[in-house]
């Protein structure tokens, strides 16, 4: 998936089996587009991408970045390397799909952050065998 800078009259979508899946880049600024991985104020949503860590300000924008950095047609792998998730062969469009339906949700996103927490918290323990 490439995208361009175009007027804002024509917004890259996306059809994916009968759905329509809008791109159009979150509005924020070309500053983030470089975002280190430090969690800034209003940052909530973590891209959970195998080591990619980056935080963002809403889910549609973890999508976004997701589908065009880790989705886009030159780099994406062939299967979805979220944290957790089965390591499927999927075509691209259904991949963003999956994306979109899986892990780019409020819920998904706040769920994956709480794992992620209890994973480092509970890695620690010593096991009681």
């Given amino acids: 998936l490439f995208l361009q800078s175009t007027p804002a009259t024509s917004i890259p979508t996306v059809q994916v089996q009968g759905q329509q899946i809008n791109l159009q880049p ?3 600024t070309a500053a983030s587009q470089h975002a280190e991985q430090m969690k800034k104020p209003g940052q909530n949503f973590m891209c959970l991408w195998q080591s990619c860590k ?3 300000q ?4 973890v999508f976004y970045h997701a589908a065009t950095e880790h ?5 994406y ?3 979805c390397l979220w944290e957790g998730c089965e390591p499927f062969q999927r075509q691209r469009f259904s991949f963003i799909t999956h994306l979109q339906d899986k892990h780019c949700s409020r819920d998904a ?4 952050l709480k794992q992620d927490e209890h994973g480092q918290a509970g890695s620690q323990k010593p096991s009681n065998k």
């Fill in 54 to 56: 980056k935080w963002f």
């Fill in 71 to 75: 989705g886009g047609k030159d780099v």
């Fill in 77 to 79: 792998p062939g299967q």
């Fill in 109 to 112: 996103l706040l769920a994956g």
């Fill in 26 to 28: 979150p509005s924020y």
């Fill in 58 to 61: 809403t889910p549609s924008q």
